[in-house]
Nanobody
Framework: VQLQASGGGLVQAGGSLRLSCGASGPVRSINAVAWYRQAPGKQRELVATITSGHSTHYTDSVKGRFTISRDNMKNTVYLQMSGLKPDDTGVYYC??????????????????WGQGTQVTVSS
């Protein structure tokens, strides 16, 4: 499975961005697709994840501001980010877990990774 992330950029605090993650290859072998982010000098952290059945999980810091969604016909997962803060700055990666994993928040379950897209929020 190949993942392609796009949509990052530079935005002022309070602004919005929408990230996209397109999947190709044997997409029926995957279920949960997640967005992770990594700020400079910090560990990669889970932002949100969604299953093919549209079950979702969000990390507490983005609840109410970010929305993850999925178009199974287009094999694409989106992350709509609103009310952006400087702390949201980082490289955002999309990742996919095998179908057997279900809704998972375990980093180890995500076997496929995209290349990352930079999000920079200025104050």
């Amino acid at each position: 499975v190949q993942l392609q992330a796009s949509g990052g950029g530079l935005v002022q605090a309070g602004g919005s961005l929408r990230l996209s993650c397109g999947a190709s290859g044997p997409v029926r072998s995957i279920n949960a697709v997640a967005w992770y982010r990594q700020a400079p000098g910090k560990q990669r952290e889970l932002v949100a994840t969604i299953t093919s059945g549209h079950s979702t999980h969000y990390t507490d810091s983005v609840k109410g501001r970010f929305t993850i969604s999925r178009d199974n016909m287009k094999n694409t997962v989106y992350l709509q980010m609103s009310g952006l803060k400087p702390d949201d700055t980082g490289v955002y990666y999309c990742a996919a877990a095998p179908r057997s994993r279900g809704l998972t928040i375990r980093f180890e379950d995500y076997a496929y990774w995209g290349q990352g897209t930079q999000v920079t929020v200025s104050s």
